[in-house]
């Protein structure tokens, strides 16, 4: 078990490493419509390359996600078979969003260095599927 601040560390170097190993502009918050945006997500239990409707116009996030789900089809296409959509995603603070993500399936742990490698490399895969999609 690591103290909080252990954990705090062993996850900066995650990111730090991961954009040192990776140097790269991600599109992420750079999607030019507010509330849409691309993350990386890793914690002790899961890793997931995610798009996320964060609007606080709820009627806005709706109809967005509605045109993402039409877009399914080729979404799943584009080398992203395995991309699920939520409508009801809660957040670790009890937030509800719409997410659309890409789940990392191999066991996985921030805290576990054997296994960074090939969620670094299911990052690069999915979000630059992501991104092209968006494209």
Excluded at 5 to 28: N, V
Excluded at 43 to 48: E, G, L, T
Excluded at 75 to 84: C, F, G
Excluded at 117 to 129: A, G, K, L, V, W
Aim: a neutral charge; hydrophobic letters at 40%.
């Amino acid at each position: 078990m690591f103290s909080r601040e252990e954990s705090a560390i062993i996850r900066q170097e995650f990111w730090t490493s991961f954009g040192k190993a990776f140097p790269r502009k991600w599109l992420l918050y750079n999607t030019k419509i507010k509330g849409l945006s691309f993350k990386f997500v890793a914690d002790r239990k899961k890793a997931m390359v995610t798009l996320d409707l964060e609007h606080s116009d709820e009627i806005f996030n709706q109809i967005i996600y509605e045109q993402l789900l039409q877009l399914k089809s080729p979404l799943k296409n584009n080398d992203l078979s395995e991309v699920i959509f939520d409508d009801h995603f809660e957040l670790d603070n009890g937030k509800i969003i719409h997410r659309v993500y890409v789940i990392h399936k191999s066991k996985f742990s921030i805290h576990n260095k054997d296994t960074l490698r090939e969620c670094y490399e299911f990052f690069i895969q999915n979000m630059t599927q992501f991104e092209l999609f968006f494209y």
